[in-house]
């Protein structure tokens, strides 16, 4: 039995959207949200969700101020959706 969430409507189209453009999403449903994304470096080969050491880091222009890429938070907001750390490697996203 796979540990995978079903999913669906906008939680897919962001998830699919985010993995088309090279971001290191998952989907654990051992983990909180509806899927998950791996922070920076995680993966050599794929774009993290943001440093979350960076949280509180104005003069960081790339990553709001929970650490989350700014790129990031503009695809989830599309689909009604938003993020928070897990731990420091990985972020659930979840509904609004």
Not at 57 to 69: A, E, L, P, S, Y
Request: glycine content about 10%; proline content about 1%; overall charge positive.
């Amino acid at each position: 039995m796979s540990s995978e969430r079903i999913l669906k409507g906008n939680v897919s189209a962001a998830y699919s959207e985010l993995e088309m453009k090279g971001y290191a999403v998952v989907n654990h449903g051992h983990h909180s949200g509806e899927f998950q994304i791996l922070c920076d470096g995680a993966y050599p080969d794929k774009k993290g969700v943001g440093d979350y050491w960076q949280r509180g880091n104005t003069r960081n222009k790339k990553v709001d101020d929970f650490g989350i890429n700014k790129k990031v938070v503009k695809i989830l907001n599309k689909y009604g959706l938003w993020s928070e750390w897990i731990n420091a490697e990985i972020a659930a996203i979840h509904k609004n």
